[in-house]
C-alpha cells in the first residue's frame, strides 16, 4: 500500500516542473533584495542568501544537461556498494573498517568532458572521476546518460573532515538520495541534523532503505512505514522511499529506475536551486513585515523637528534682531535729521550677528557658500540641544514604528548619520536666507525728505530770524518781515519746520513698529522655510533613502517567493 502512495505522490511531484525563466526571476529577485539591503542589515543574516545567488549563477552557468546525485548517509550504510552496483563497476572501495569513504568518487554517465567542469566546481579530485558509458555498454546505460553520481563519505563520521566535506557537497548537489539500513535508519543524527534540514527539497530528496534482504521479508514493509512514519515527521511526507539490496542488481531496479526518470526529466538541478530560494527567503522572511512600509515621519513629527532645529539655529533671535535692524534703520531714515547721526552710531542688531543684509549693497547678495560658519547666531543652548535629539529621534521611532528590528535600527541610524553637519548645514540655511532687509523702503525715503524739508524750513526761519535780529543790534533798518496772518514768515518757517518734525515723527513711529514686526514674521517665516528644507535633507531623507530600500526589500523577497 505504502508504496504505491509513494510512487503516487512520486509521479504528482514529477509533474511540478520548476521553469527555468521563472527561477532564474526569483533569483534575480534574491539578488534585488541583496542590492536593496547592502549596508542596511547585518552582512552575517544575509551569507546564505549571497551564497545562494553566487552558486546557482555558477550551477545554471556550468551545464543543465547533467544531473548531479549524491548518495549520502551513515557510514556502512552501504553508499559505495549501491555507488558501484548502479555503475555496474567497482569504482569505490567497499571495505569492512570503518569509515571507508573519505573522499568524494564520482561517476558520468556519458563523455566526462562535458562534467568536467561541474566536477571542478564541485570539487571531486580528477583521479576519483570515472566515466560509465562507453562505446562497449551500447545503448544499456544511455537511459542515465547526464548523471553524475557522487558517493559521499559518511556525515555521521568520527572523522570531522568527512563531516566537513558531506555538508559543503549537499549545498552543492542536485538531489541526495539518503542511503539508510535496518539497523540506523532511525538514528537521530540523520533525521535531526540532516533529514529534517532538507525539508524545503522534498521534490529532489530520496530515501533509500539498503541492506533490505537482511530483514526476514515479513518484517520489511512495517520497517518501511516506521521509516516513513520518521520522515513525515522530518517534513519530508511523500518523499520516494525504495527499499534497495545494493548486493543483489535486481532490487536496485527501482532505485535506478527513479534515476533514470530523474536525469530524463532535467528538472533535478532546477528544482534544487528552487528549494534553495524557498530555503532562504523563508530565512529573510522576518526581515521583512507583512504590512506595508510607511511613507515616512508624519508633517507633524516633521514640524517638531523643524521647530527643534529653528531653536538651534538661534531662528528667533536672528527673527529679534531683524525687528531691532528695522527699528534702527528706519528711524535713522525717518528720523528727525538731527538726531540720525546719534542714531547711526549705534550698531545695527544685524551687524552684531553678521548676517546678510546686516549692510545693505555688498554682502546682502552673497552666495551662502561664502559664508560658512560666518554668522555669529548664539549656540544653542543645552536645552535646545537636547530638544534636537529628541525630535530626531521622534523622527527615527515614527518612520520605524512596525519595521523588524534591523530595519528599525536602520532607520534610526540614518536619521542620525548627518547630525555632526547640522551644525553648518543650518549656518549655511541661516546666512543664505534673504531677510528682506537689503533694500530701503520707498516710503522711508519719502518721510526722510519731508524731514529734511521741514528741518531745511525750520533752519532757514532761524536764519532769517537771526539775521532781522542782527541787523536790528547793529543799528541797521530793520527787515519787513512778510507776514502769514499775524505771524512772520520766519517764524512760522522756523516753528511750522520744528512742529512738522516732531509730529512726523511721532506719526511715523508706531508706522515702523509695525513694519518692524512684519519684518520680523517675514524673516522668521523665510528662516523656518530654509531650516525645514535642512531638517528634511539633513535627517528625513536619509530615514526615507532606508525606507525605500526597505519597500524594495520587501517587494523582491515577495517577487521571490514561488509563486
Ligand atoms: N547484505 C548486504 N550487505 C551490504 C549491502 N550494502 C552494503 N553492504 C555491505 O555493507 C558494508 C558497508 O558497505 P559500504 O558500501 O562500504 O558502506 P558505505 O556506506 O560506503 O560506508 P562508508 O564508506 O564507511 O561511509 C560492506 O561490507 C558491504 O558489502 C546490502 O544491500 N546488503
Ligand atoms: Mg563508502
Not at 537511459?143 to 549537499?170: C, M, N, T
Not at 520489511?220 to 525504495?242: F, T
Not at 534636537?388 to 519595521?403: F, M
Request: aromatic share 4%.
Amino acid at each position: 500500500m505504502t508504496n504505491i502512495a509513494d510512487r503516487v505522490r512520486a509521479a504528482l511531484q514529477g509533474d511540478q516542473r520548476v521553469d527555468p525563466d521563472a527561477l532564474i526571476a526569483r533569483l534575480d529577485a534574491v539578488r534585488r533584495f541583496l542590492d536593496a539591503v547592502d549596508g542596511q542589515l547585518p552582512d552575517a543574516q544575509l551569507v546564505p542568501a549571497h551564497t545562494l545567488v553566487e552558486r546557482a549563477g555558477t550551477r545554471l552557468a556550468l551545464s543543465r544537461d547533467h544531473t548531479v546525485v549524491a548518495l549520502a548517509g551513515a557510514t556502512g550504510s552501504g553508499k559505495s556498494s549501491l555507488f558501484n552496483a548502479l555503475a555496474r563497476l567497482g569504482l569505490s572501495p567497499v571495505g569492512v573498517r570503518r569509515p571507508t569513504t573519505g573522499v568524494a568518487h564520482a561517476c558520468v554517465w556519458g563523455p566526462l568532458d562535458g562534467a568536467n567542469r561541474l566536477l571542478d566546481w564541485i570539487g571531486v579530485l580528477p583521479r576519483h572521476r570515472f566515466v560509465r558509458e562507453s562505446a562497449l555498454d551500447a545503448d544499456d546505460e544511455s537511459a542515465l546518460h547526464g548523471l553524475v553520481l557522487l558517493d559521499l563519505p559518511d556525515f555521521d563520521s568520527v572523522q570531522r573532515s568527512h563531516r566537513l566535506e558531506v555538508d559543503r557537497l549537499l549545498g552543492l548537489v542536485d538531489l541526495v538520495v539518503w542511503v539508510v539500513d535496518p539497523q540506523k535508519y532511525a538514528d537521530r543524527v540523520i533525521h535531526t541534523n540532516y533529514l529534517r534540514e532538507f525539508h524545503r527539497h522534498r521534490d529532489v530528496t530520496l530515501v533509500v532503505l539498503n541492506q533490505a534482504d537482511r530483514l526476514p521479508p515479513a518484517e520489511l514493509p512495517p520497517v518501511l512505514d516506521d521509516l516513513r512514519r520518521l520522515l513525515d515527521a522530518d517534513g519530508l511526507g511523500g518523499v520516494p522511499l525504495l527499499a534497495t539490496t545494493a548486493i543483489d542488481p535486481a532490487r536496485i531496479v527501482e532505485l535506478r529506475g527513479t534515476l533514470e526518470r530523474t536525469v530524463a526529466g532535467r528538472q533535478a538541478a532546477l528544482r534544487r536551486l528552487a528549494g534553495d530560494v524557498d530555503t532562504v527567503v523563508a530565512g529573510l522572511d522576518e526581515l521583512v513585515a507583512a504590512d506595508t512600509p510607511a511613507a515616512g515621519p508624519d508633517e507633524g513629527t516633521v514640524g517638531s523637528l523643524s521647530r527643534a532645529l529653528a531653536g538651534t539655529a538661534g531662528v528667533p533671535a536672528v527673527a529679534a534682531a531683524v525687528e531691532g535692524a528695522y527699528r534702527h534703520r528706519a528711524v535713522a531714515s525717518t528720523g528727525w535729521p538731527l538726531v540720525r547721526g546719534w542714531r547711526r552710531l549705534r550698531p545695527d542688531p544685524l551687524r552684531r550677528l553678521h548676517l546678510p543684509g546686516a549692510v545693505s549693497g555688498t554682502d546682502a547678495g552673497a552666495p551662502a557658500e561664502s559664508l560658512v560658519a560666518a554668522t555669529s547666531v548664539p549656540d544653542p543652548t543645552a536645552a535646545q540641544r537636547s530638544a534636537l535629539g529628541l525630535a530626531v529621534r521622534a523622527v527615527a521611532d515614527r518612520s520605524g514604528a512596525g519595521l523588524p528590528a534591523p530595519w528599525a535600527t536602520a532607520v534610526t541610524t540614518a536619521a542620525r548619520s548627518r547630525l555632526g553637519d547640522l551644525p553648518d548645514a543650518l549656518d549655511r540655511a541661516v546666512a543664505g536666507t534673504d531677510l528682506g532687509m537689503d533694500r530701503r523702503p520707498v516710503w522711508w525715503r519719502f518721510v526722510g525728505a519731508v524731514q529734511w524739508l521741514v528741518t531745511v524750513a525750520a533752519v532757514a526761519g532761524l536764519g532769517w530770524l537771526a539775521l532781522g535780529y542782527a541787523l536790528r543790534a547793529l543799528g541797521l533798518p530793520a527787515l519787513e518781515y512778510p507776514r502769514v496772518g499775524e505771524a512772520p514768515l520766519p517764524t512760522v518757517l522756523l516753528l511750522g519746520g520744528l512742529l512738522a518734525g516732531l509730529l512726523l515723527a511721532a506719526l511715523t513711529r508706531p508706522v515702523v513698529r509695525w513694519s518692524a514686526r512684519r519684518a520680523r514674521h517675514r524673516a522668521e517665516k523665510r528662516l523656518t522655510a530654509a531650516v525645514d528644507a535642512v531638517g528634511r535633507d539633513y535627517v528625513v531623507t536619509p530615514v526615507r533613502a532606508v525606507l525605500d530600500r526597505y519597500g524594495q526589500a520587501r517587494q523582491a523577497l515577495r517577487d521571490a517567493e514561488r509563486s
